[in-house]
């Protein structure tokens, strides 16, 4: 990792800075300087405003944090403690602006009250780290974060297929009530298991997670425990307490434990796994490691830094715990060795993917990349192939834009027989296990959230005036992931407002002629009564708009138009006073793509998701961006 260069001419003693903030914080935690304030030559400062240091993973978080720059000598971190009260946050955030911090990490307490904040900060030119929950909006730098309830229910899935047709008694472990992770992690445990008929759940409320409290219930349930299968817990202090009681009951060899969390360090989930003494954990990356990393490459203005980070959580037994480890202590190295990938691409149908592959051609020379680029001209029958010939030549890495979102079962499974790995590009796939995992990673747009801002674009800007405002729903190709993801965001939104409808929708594959027909058959069945069109593309809204002027019918005058990809030919229909809107789906992802392929081949645990920076642009900006678009 390269060393920050940039300096700071205010810092002259870090030591006596960090004594004066914490006396003016009072209450408020700040890491010893030992552990990094007292460092020589520091010349960057990361501030952590903490939601609260009462859940056992905000303190690993912190410690994960503190050993990550242990590693480097010129940055430091100064760390507050919120105590639950977003009010205290935000002054703790004033504090540390004052004090002169480079960059801000933060996990908010109040993801509503902390977003106006976070913004803030962020248009102050203070870069923003936001960690576990996201806020409304993409007004921050970066936000890492793990998915709990896929978390719990990967592990309901373990424990379904460890008890196997003969089934048995689960005893759940439920601890604080009141922990967003730990509901979100029992929800989705307890989904996992509403088809298995063959076992029962028994829930044990404790009101909190700590060890001796699950060891001390494990012990008074005694007759209970005796009788059961596995004891789940969603975090690991708890499951330590479980583990401790089955032994001193002598039924640690009988009754298993699964927990959540699967924290490196003596007695914590990989520890236990590696003991024995747990049979398996779900590991919730912290995010610290993944936080300095990213925060080191903001602060040096390094490309291939992402807008959300979404954490992969795994599956940890004893047969992959070692590798496990390695994994996560793994480092992202470039040892001047060029990386082979294959690359899929799904075609050239419009300028965002000529755009889209250009991006990933530049940063492939950039990153030391030899890249491989088939193009399918949006024939999935063209993407296996080109993938079984990059089996056959033997590439590193495998990178696809899939056409549809399904079908692709086999040829991934031959490609993981291969060992090859496969990162999904732009869109996404639907496998049929998908606790195969025939994919890495998925690097690219939120193509949901993308369909919620259209809407709310046209909740927040297109007045129904009491009647029903009509809609036109232009979509992309048929099984395309954008296409069903944007559709399901806009539904999610419209849903929410009755004075909106979808009164048509049709297919123009994402092409100039696909839109440019939709409204040509529409007005051949029917005379023009729409308010609205919402077009999954620049292409096909372009087109839609063509075929509107030449009947007559103006485009934002008569229609708004709402599009998505914000690529330079929408911005100058935006300032002809023809596009109403665009909705940002960011084509330049080359060095994100490039650096994930780096991090990939060094042995790093990759997320699940990795989302780039979008944003949402209308006529009323459109004159001052559009000779800032790259595309």
Known sequence: MTKVLKTKWHILCVLAAALLL???MGGCHVIPMSDGGNKEGVTSIIGVSQANMREEWRVALINELREETDKYEDISIVTTDATGSASKQIQDIDNLIGFGIDLLIISPCDEKIMGDKIKEVHDAGIPVIVMDRAVEGFDYTLYIGPDNEVIGMQAGTYIVDLLGEKGGDVIALVGNPASVQGTERLSGFKAALEEAQNINIHEVYLGTESKDAAYDMILAAKNMVEKVDVIF????TMALGVCDALRSMGLDRKVMTVDCDGFKGVDEGLDLVSQGRLKAT???PIGGKEAIDYALSILNNESGVPKQVILRSNIIDSSNVEESINRINAQTADDGKKIRVGYSQVGQESNWRLANTKSIEESAKEFNIDLHME?????????????????KEGVDVIVVSPVVETGWDEVLREAKAAGIPVIMSDRNVVVENREENLTTTYLGADFVEEG????RWIRDNVAADGGTMKIMEIMGNTGASPTEERDQGFREILSENPGYEISYSDYGDFTFEGGRKVVSEYLA?????????????DDMALGAIEELKAHGIRPDEDVKIISVDATTEAFEAMVRGELSCAVECNPIIGPQLMKA?????????MPFRIITDEKVYDQSVADDYIRKRLY
């Open 375 to 391: 193009i399918a001209d949006q024939s999935q029958e063209k993407q296996f192939e080109a993938i079984r010939s990059f089996i």
């Open 525 to 537: 069945q029917h005379e023009w009564d729409i308010d609205i069109i919402f077009s999954q593309n």
């Open 22 to 24: 914490a006396l003016s």
């Open 233 to 236: 817990t969603y975090s690991d």
């Open 452 to 455: 919620r801002r259209a809407m």
């Open 597 to 605: 392929v780096r991090d990939l081949c060094s042995g790093k645990q």
């Open 282 to 284: 779900v590991s919730c």
